[in-house]
């Protein structure tokens, strides 16, 4: 999900599981060896870290209501819920999917491609009442994390690897019904996961394609993977 993607056909525990497409900035220019448009995970942009911009995607995904349009549930979503600023997040549910959005020129794009936290308003094996035990808990199920692919208009990002990201402990409120619970309130949460910052794009039409998967074993069941397609017009 977008932040989580909740599948009736798994079992509770991996519900709070997230695939997440966001989207995020880029104004550098491009150096060697780097992905034209992809801001490096050492860089900040907008006075933020790639951390810093984690913990704000989190923030996003996890006070959208889940009674209509959620970016993380639903294919009819709306792009523009919660978005605001220089930045706007994307996200999207696991399985192979295509979405068509439009966003306005000047916009850059934070991409979540598969990540997870822990809070204290989730069930266990998510709760975490601290900052440590979240980070514990995030950490353990994002070594499951495989499968990971970026490209922008079909420029690969090579080294995917080093776009691993930890976010600092954050604050949230979540609406009643959430994405992970029936129950909504303030907590607090950690996050740990793959994201690529997209500086603006030009005007006309791009593709963004990204994979990534949770595999806990060899069972077909105990894969849980993205392959999302995003074709972002600009005007």
Not at 41 to 49: D, E, H, M, V
Not at 89 to 118: C, D, M, Q, Y
């Amino acid at each position: 999900m977008n932040r989580l993607i909740k599948i009736s056909s798994k079992p509770s525990w991996l519900l709070p599981l997230v695939v997440a497409v966001g989207l995020a900035i880029a104004l550098l220019p491009a150096s060697a060896g780097q992905t034209p448009g992809v801001l490096p995970p050492q860089s900040a942009l907008g006075g933020k870290t790639y951390a810093e911009w984690h913990a704000a995607w989190w923030q996003w995904l996890l006070s959208l209501p889940v009674d209509g349009h959620h970016p993380g549930l639903d294919s009819d979503f709306d792009v523009t819920a919660g978005q605001s600023g220089s930045v706007w997040f994307l996200t999207g549910p696991f399985g192979t999917s295509e979405r068509h959005v439009t966003i306005p020129v000047g916009k850059s794009l934070f991409v979540g491609l598969v990540n997870v936290e822990a809070s204290t308003l989730e069930e266990p094996p998510f709760y975490g009442a601290t900052a440590a035990d979240q980070l514990a808990i995030a950490n353990g199920f994002a070594e499951f994390m495989t499968d990971l692919s970026f490209s922008l208009d079909g420029k690969v990002v090579d080294n995917i690897g080093d776009f691993r990201v930890t976010s600092p402990q954050f604050s949230f409120t979540a609406p009643t019904p959430w994405i992970f619970g029936a129950t909504g309130g303030t907590g607090t949460a950690t996050g740990v996961g793959y994201f690529v910052m997209v500086a603006p794009l030009s005007v006309g039409t791009h593709i963004i394609h990204y994979t990534g998967a949770f595999k806990f074993s060899e069972a077909p069941e105990d894969y849980l993977g993205v392959d999302l397609t995003y074709h972002v017009t600009v005007k």
